[in-house]
Nanobody, 122 residues
């Protein structure tokens, strides 16, 4: 499956953004999807995951209560709604897909989008 992430941008602290991860292919509902982020000089870190049906979600403690992951399998798209953004949320955000269920580890994902930059100013 091929992925394309979009929706990043520059926002002030406390603001909101919605990222989208659009997938090609007719079997998107067979893939669990995860959002990860990578800040300059840091490793890629887990943000949120969603199961194939959308019934199961998991969040990093740093974003719990502020970010919401969702998916629309009819549109082959996964979303990440980000509210109450903080400067420490600044990073390139990537979506990944895997056919074997959710995982918190980026190395477990088979396909990646190109990333979208989120910058939160203080």
């Amino acid at each position: 499956v091929q992925l394309q992430a979009s929706g990043g941008g520059l926002v002030h602290a406390g603001g909101s953004l919605r990222l989208s991860c659009a997938a090609s292919g007719r079997t998107f509902s067979s893939y669990a999807v995860g959002w990860f982020r990578q800040a300059p000089g840091k490793e890629r870190e887990f943000v949120a995951t969603i199961s194939r049906s959308g019934a199961g979600t998991t969040y990093a403690d740093s974003v719990k209560g502020r970010f919401t992951i969702s998916r629309d399998n009819t549109k082959n798209t996964v979303y990440l709604q980000m509210n109450s953004l903080k400067p420490e949320d600044t990073a390139v955000y990537y979506c990944g897909a895997r056919s074997s269920g959710v995982s918190l580890y980026p190395g477990a994902y088979d396909s990646w989008g190109q990333g979208t930059l989120v910058t939160v100013s203080s």
